[in-house]
């Protein structure tokens, strides 16, 4: 049996037998709590477990020719996973993907060779055009394809029943046993995998649910009613509003509603303590497993899933700005305009120019940072401010300009404003197209945008 350290013919062959480690730092009570690195897998998520168990069984019983087409309705980690399985093994893979999702993931999924057909996110189950409907007529259209249906596909839970369940039990075998579980429900394959090896082989070990404030499940499990509203989450990968036709709910013990917050949160904790990056729903997970560990009386062996790696939400929860404009960390306030500044010039958090540089390096950093106007500075001092339309007259006509030093394209003009101006006050300076130069004296204190103060009137209403 070759292991992790051996060297392998495919990168399949990496699939599953991932690593677990123990907690050393955080506070988990009486109990000690175990890490199962999902996000090992080579597609970076436990999905690849299942890419690979529904392409074979569905090869052994026959259901796929050679080059045959496979069809998915996902944008998340089983588009991965199934992009990498179906093109190791030679099939066609299209991925039927809500117009909602990142661009990264759709670049990720068409690197990987996958054809992405968009649709609509605005539709529900039922309408021809809902991602998961799009999916199957597709398939049925399509002579030889193969619709893999992760929801309602055996093959999924069997992997975590044969494989993830008997995995674990070893595993956690050799570090003196396992008295609980706690992992989230997509599509349900964990879950139902899990309790149903668990059930014949470690009937003691509980099964606890960590969902999303949002998901109907937890409600489920806690109190058996199955609510017919569901709001939103921004936790990717878990949650429902409906049951999947493959799930078993029967021996899960307890739910948890975590937030978003709280998910995000403890994420990053579990990066600056233990070293683990893992994505938003391991932090859903953590954050139950932590409420779960330290309700306990008794000292028990806890594991929680790293389902995912969280390279793929830099620019969210790990991005101090995403988490600031989406109210998920705060910042002192002071009742004025620097309530309103999300880059302060002070924390060197603003991105700036001198008038010296050239207007190539200005063109770079706008691109780099995605900002389309930069404030110029000089011994502390604004001096001007440059924008798209400044560097586009400039150049236009004769490229060679952009060697120019950015002082020559600038405007030098500045409507400023003082930090105790009211809000109001920024209208005007926005219906005349600029940005707010905010100052206290003669201080540079940041920009506002459009932007940040339509993030601002939002995190007021939350
Ligand atoms: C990102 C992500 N995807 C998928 C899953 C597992 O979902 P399922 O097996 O229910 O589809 C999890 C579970 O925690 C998850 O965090």
Same mark, same amino acid.
């Given at each position: 049996?070759?292991?992790?350290?051996?060297?392998? !013919?495919?990168?399949?062959?990496?699939?599953?037998?991932? /690593?677990?480690?123990?907690?050393?730092?955080?506070?988990?009570?009486?109990?000690?709590?175990?890490?199962?690195?999902?996000?090992?897998?080579?597609? +970076?998520?436990?999905?690849?477990?299942?890419?690979?168990?529904?392409?074979?069984?569905?090869?052994?019983?026959?259901?796929?020719?050679? +080059?045959?087409?496979?069809?998915? +309705?996902?944008?998340?980690?089983? *588009?991965? &996973?199934?992009?990498?399985?179906?093109?190791?093994?030679?099939?066609? #893979?299209?991925?039927?993907?809500?117009?909602? %999702?990142?661009?990264?993931?759709?670049?990720?999924?068409?690197? %990987?060779?996958?054809?992405?057909?968009?649709?609509?996110?605005?539709?529900?189950?039922?309408?021809?055009?809902?991602? =998961?409907?799009? @999916?199957?007529?597709?398939?049925?259209?399509?002579?030889?394809?193969?619709?893999?249906?992760? $929801?309602?596909?055996?093959?999924?839970?069997?992997?975590?029943?044969? *494989?993830?369940?008997?995995?674990?039990?070893?595993?956690? +075998?050799?570090? *003196?046993?396992?008295?609980?579980?706690?992992?989230?429900?997509?599509?349900?394959?964990?879950?139902?995998?899990?309790?149903?090896?668990?059930?014949?082989?470690?009937?003691?070990?509980?099964?606890?649910?960590?969902?999303?404030?949002?998901?109907?499940?937890?409600?489920?499990?806690?109190?058996?009613?199955?609510?017919?509203?569901?709001?939103?989450?921004?936790?990717?990968?878990?949650?429902?509003?409906?049951?999947?036709?493959?799930?078993?709910?029967?021996?899960?013990?307890?739910?948890?509603?975590?937030? !978003?917050?709280?998910?995000?949160? @403890?994420?990053?904790?579990?990066?600056?303590?233990? *070293?683990?990056?893992?994505?938003?729903?391991?932090?859903?997970? #953590?954050?139950?497993?932590?409420?779960?560990?330290?309700?306990?009386?008794?000292?028990?062996?806890?594991?929680?899933?790293?389902?995912?790696?969280?390279?793929?939400?830099?620019?969210?929860?790990?991005?101090?700005?995403?988490?600031?404009?989406?109210?998920?960390?705060?910042?002192? =306030?002071?009742?004025?305009?620097?309530?309103?500044?999300?880059?302060?010039?002070?924390?060197?958090?603003?991105?700036?120019?001198? /008038?010296?540089?050239?207007? %190539?390096?200005?063109?770079?950093? %706008?691109?780099?940072?995605?900002?389309?106007?930069?404030?110029?500075?000089?011994?502390?001092?604004?001096?001007?401010?440059?924008?798209?339309?400044?560097?586009?007259?400039?150049?236009? &006509?004769?490229?060679?300009? $952009?060697?120019?030093?950015?002082?020559?394209?600038?405007?030098?003009?500045?409507?400023?404003?003082?930090?105790?101006?009211?809000?109001?006050?920024?209208?005007?300076?926005?219906?005349?197209? =600029?940005?707010?130069?905010?100052?206290?004296?003669?201080?540079?204190? &940041?920009?506002?945008?459009?932007?940040?103060?339509?993030?601002?009137?939002?995190?007021?209403?939350?």
């Amino acid at each position: 049996m070759p292991t992790r350290n051996s060297v392998h !013919d495919s990168v399949l062959d990496l699939i599953a037998d991932t /690593p677990i480690v123990r907690a050393r730092r955080l506070d988990a009570g009486p109990c000690e709590l175990y890490f199962k690195l999902e996000s090992q897998n080579p597609g +970076g998520s436990i999905k690849d477990r299942i890419g690979l168990s529904m392409i074979e069984a569905a090869e052994r019983r026959g259901d796929l020719r050679p +080059g045959a087409t496979l069809v998915e +309705g996902t944008a998340g980690n089983t *588009g991965i &996973g199934l992009a990498l399985v179906a093109q190791q093994k030679g099939y066609k #893979l299209v991925l039927v993907v809500p117009d909602k %999702m990142s661009r990264e993931k759709i670049f990720n999924l068409k690197a %990987m060779g996958a054809e992405v057909v968009l649709t609509r996110s605005d539709v529900a189950k039922g309408h021809p055009e809902y991602y =998961q409907d799009l @999916a199957e007529r597709i398939a049925r259209e399509t002579p030889g394809a193969y619709f893999v249906n992760q $929801f309602g596909n055996p093959d999924n839970p069997a992997a975590h029943e044969h *494989g993830t369940a008997p995995e674990i039990l070893r595993q956690m +075998g050799e570090a *003196g046993g396992l008295d609980a579980v706690v992992f989230g429900c997509g599509s349900s394959g964990t879950m139902t995998g899990l309790s149903r090896h668990f059930a014949e082989h470690a009937p003691e070990v509980e099964l606890i649910l960590a969902d999303p404030v949002g998901s109907i499940l937890a409600e489920y499990i806690n109190e058996g009613t199955l609510s017919d509203k569901s709001a939103s989450w921004m936790v990717e990968g878990i949650g429902e509003d409906f049951l999947p036709s493959i799930s078993d709910f029967s021996r899960v013990r307890k739910a948890y509603a975590i937030s !978003d917050r709280e998910s995000f949160l @403890a994420a990053r904790e579990l990066l600056r303590s233990e *070293g683990i990056l893992g994505g938003s729903s391991t932090g859903t997970l #953590l954050a139950a497993a932590l409420k779960y560990c330290r309700e306990q009386t008794e000292p028990k062996k806890v594991l929680v899933f790293v389902c995912d790696t969280g390279n793929k939400y830099l620019s969210k929860l790990y991005n101090d700005y995403w988490m600031l404009d989406n109210g998920f960390l705060e910042r002192e =306030q002071y009742g004025d305009l620097r309530d309103l500044i999300l880059r302060p010039y002070s924390q060197r958090d603003t991105v700036v120019l001198a /008038p010296g540089d050239l207007l %190539m390096t200005a063109y770079q950093r %706008m691109k780099l940072y995605e900002i389309s106007q930069l404030p110029v500075m000089e011994n502390e001092k604004i001096v001007g401010i440059l924008d798209e339309s400044d560097v586009l007259l400039h150049v236009y &006509g004769d490229e060679a300009r $952009f060697r120019d030093p950015v002082s020559t394209a600038m405007v030098s003009k500045l409507d400023i404003m003082d930090v105790k101006s009211p809000v109001e006050a920024l209208l005007p300076v926005f219906d005349r197209g =600029q940005v707010a130069i905010v100052v206290d004296g003669d201080r540079f204190l &940041g920009l506002i945008t459009r932007i940040d103060l339509l993030n601002w009137l939002r995190r007021r209403v939350q």
